[in-house]
Nanobody
Framework: QVQLVESGGGLVQAGGSLRLSCAAS????????MGWFRQAPGKEHEFVAAIDWSGGSTYYAISVKGRFTISRDNAKNMVYLLMNSLKPEDTAVYYCAAGNVMREEPSDWNYWGQGTQVTVSS
């Protein structure tokens, strides 16, 4: 069982940066693949990024590749999403997720946080 709590969302101007954090509970955190998803109003959950258990392999959605960076600190049970060059279309609720495979399909992930709002103004 893993419980996830996101933080770090907020309002930022286009071109700005934010770093999201996800705090995980549970002694098995380091065994899980971790990911970030987002959901804009009226839209489905969208895959953003994922990182394997060691942090050695990452995977990004085309829409954020080169702008966002996912990382993890297994000693602190933390996952991060550094978001640079933010655009208004990045506005969404961002969710942290834990699972066993690095896949884009939300149903493949086992545990979810409650989400944190990111709003990018133009």
């Amino acid at each position: 069982q893993v419980q996830l709590v996101e933080s770090g969302g907020g309002l930022v101007q286009a071109g700005g940066s934010l770093r999201l954090s996800c705090a995980a509970s549970g002694r098995t955190f380091s065994r899980y693949v971790m990911g970030w998803f987002r959901q804009a109003p009226g839209k489905e959950h969208e895959f953003v990024a994922a990182i394997d258990w060691s942090g050695g392999s990452t995977y990004y959605a085309i829409s954020v590749k080169g702008r966002f960076t996912i990382s993890r600190d297994n000693a602190k049970n933390m996952v991060y999403l550094l978001m640079n060059s933010l655009k208004p279309e990045d506005t969404a609720v961002y969710y942290c997720a834990a699972g066993n495979v690095m896949r884009e399909e939300p149903s493949d992930w086992n545990y979810w946080g409650q989400g944190t709002q990111v709003t990018v103004s133009s």
